[in-house]
């Protein structure tokens, strides 16, 4: 490998999919890759693709040719595509788009430097795995795009939940969990690097450990992960309920260290439109789950995500989650029409939805919710709260921002402060909440 190639890179998708693309840029910075932003001067331009709704295989194949005119306006010698897109339609992909030479699975991650080498040398490539069983295990440098104060830590792999609208279990095969010694050591490290944030990801993070350890073990990683010194805030996201463990919310209650903010995917709360979905958890049962948080840890913020429109949902459905969603009122949700994705079990059933009728359900959760949200951020009027400093506003440089521990990156709201000293991004202020726009909370820094 010379050292004067250039390597751009775009990330397509979720935070699991992040933590893949920073694995190969590690890689290949560590082989002596020069990774660059500006894509005009890159001689590889590496597109790690999302395919898990439409919208999102529309939004990978546009970032695919708009790179692929690289080739011919700039200095793009080698156009690669890896990842969930590539795992599901090579075929099409390979006769639809010929500009791209190299097309790698979602298990080809580690051995991108290897491929890259072989492209230089001549070679179309195509490495797409039947039966994905790759996993990260680590030690290898991952190259954080993140700031540098907040990590993803990626526990497992793949997803054996085979809900009927999904097809994640065939992009990224059955759920594999990382040993919890490797994670361990891989937030040591993190830690060591400037990290004082822990956002724990996978497919399923509650069902952490049951392929390797035959039991639920995320109690156990959590009690591990807060005795590292230097950890701030571990945040836990994509919380299936179905394999909930009650351990876990007294764990939360006593230790500090551990975000009161779960990320809880609910799809549905209509027990006719669950089963159709092939959720494990009916209605009744995430009450009992939501009612329990919310009495134990009173001033919890809690995630969810909806899909509208799922085949057979009738109004009477949708006015049932409706209902649920007004009476539980969530701090912040996310709402997606329905997606009808091949091969998979939903794609067939009757009763399809129209997409106008999608959208118009899909509109009207989000009204609902922004209304809701809105309500609970009143909570926090007056308070002092411990925010995350994260940077300067753009729209206002006399304003400051950061998060709270109610609040995750990329996906929740935002809160703002004026300081009469100027903190450092990556630190901890308390900030004293003075006003509250919608989704953000507004504030000015306790000195």
């Keep these: 490998?010379?050292?004067?190639?250039?390597?751009?890179?775009?990330?397509?998708?979720?935070?699991?999919?992040?933590?893949?693309?920073?694995?190969?840029?590690?890689?290949l910075s560590k082989d002596g890759y020069n990774i660059i932003s500006d894509y005009s001067r890159a001689n590889i331009l590496l597109i790690n693709t999302c395919g898990f709704i439409s919208t999102a295989k529309e939004?990978?194949?546009?970032?695919?040719?708009?790179?692929?005119?690289?080739?011919?306006?700039?200095?793009?010698?080698?156009?690669?595509?890896?990842?969930?897109?590539?795992?599901?339609?090579?075929h099409e992909l390979c006769q639809e788009i010929p500009e791209v030479d190299i097309w790698l699975g979602t298990d080809q991650t580690e051995k991108i430097v290897e491929v890259i080498n072989d492209g230089l040398a001549g070679s179309n490539i195509i490495q797409v795995s039947l039966d994905p069983s790759?996993?990260?295990?680590?030690?290898?440098?991952?190259?954080?795009?993140?700031?540098?104060?907040?990590?993803?830590?990626?526990?497992?792999?793949?997803?054996?939940?085979?809900?009927?609208?999904?097809?994640?279990?065939?992009?990224?095969?059955?759920?594999?969990?990382?040993?919890?010694?490797?994670?361990?050591?891989?937030?040591?490290?993190?830690?060591?690097?400037?990290?004082?944030?822990?956002?724990?990801i996978a497919q399923d993070t509650t069902m952490y450990g049951i392929d390797i350890y035959q039991e639920f073990k995320l109690v156990e990683l959590l009690q591990e992960l807060v005795r590292i010194q230097g950890v701030k805030w571990i945040r836990l996201l994509y919380c299936y309920p179905a394999h909930f463990d009650y351990r876990l919310i007294e764990l939360i209650k006593k230790e500090e260290v551990i975000c009161n903010y779960l990320d809880i995917p609910l799809?549905?709360?209509?027990n006719e439109i669950l089963k159709l979905m092939n959720r494990k958890s009916s209605q009744e049962e995430v009450v009992q789950l939501l009612t329990k948080l919310r009495e134990l840890i009173p001033d919890i913020a809690l995630r969810t995500t909806f899909i509208v429109g799922f085949p057979g949902e009738k109004k009477q459905h949708f006015k049932r989650l409706l209902s649920f969603i007004k009476e539980f009122t969530f701090n912040w949700a996310g709402v997606f029409p329905y997606s009808q994705e091949p091969d998979t079990p939903a794609h067939g059933m009757e009763d399809q939805v129209s997409e106008g009728t999608k959208i118009k359900r899909a509109d009207m959760i989000l009204k609902v919710q922004q209304l809701i949200t809105s309500q609970l951020n009143q909570q926090y009027l007056g308070k002092k709260l411990l925010v995350l400093v994260e940077g300067i506003s753009e729209?206002?440089?006399?304003?400051?921002?950061?998060?709270?521990?109610?609040?995750?990156?990329?996906?929740?709201?935002?809160?703002?402060?004026?300081?009469?000293?100027?903190?450092?991004?990556?630190?901890?202020?308390f900030v004293n909440i003075t006003h509250v726009d919608k989704y953000d909370l507004i504030g000015e820094m306790i000195p």
């Design 1 to 27: 490998m010379q050292v004067s190639f250039k390597v751009g890179l775009v990330s397509l998708g979720c935070a699991k999919n992040l933590v893949d693309s920073e694995v190969m840029l590690g890689l």
């Design 134 to 200: 790759y996993i990260y295990q680590g030690p290898v440098a991952r190259l954080q795009t993140t700031p540098k104060h907040t990590a993803y830590l990626k526990i497992a792999e793949g997803c054996n939940n085979l809900c009927s609208y999904c097809v994640i279990p065939q992009m990224r095969g059955q759920y594999r969990s990382r040993p919890l010694e490797t994670i361990i050591e891989e937030a040591k490290g993190l830690v060591k690097r400037g990290v004082v944030e822990l956002i724990i």
């Design 59 to 90: 939004e990978s194949v546009n970032a695919i040719l708009e790179l692929a005119q690289y080739k011919t306006k700039g200095d793009c010698k080698l156009l690669i595509v890896i990842g969930c897109l590539v795992q599901k339609y090579q």
């Design 395 to 429: 729209d206002n440089p006399e304003l400051f921002y950061g998060r709270t521990q109610y609040q995750a990156p990329e996906v929740d709201g935002i809160t703002y402060f004026k300081a009469n000293n100027t903190p450092g991004i990556g630190e901890f202020v």
């Design 267 to 270: 799809q549905h709360a209509d």
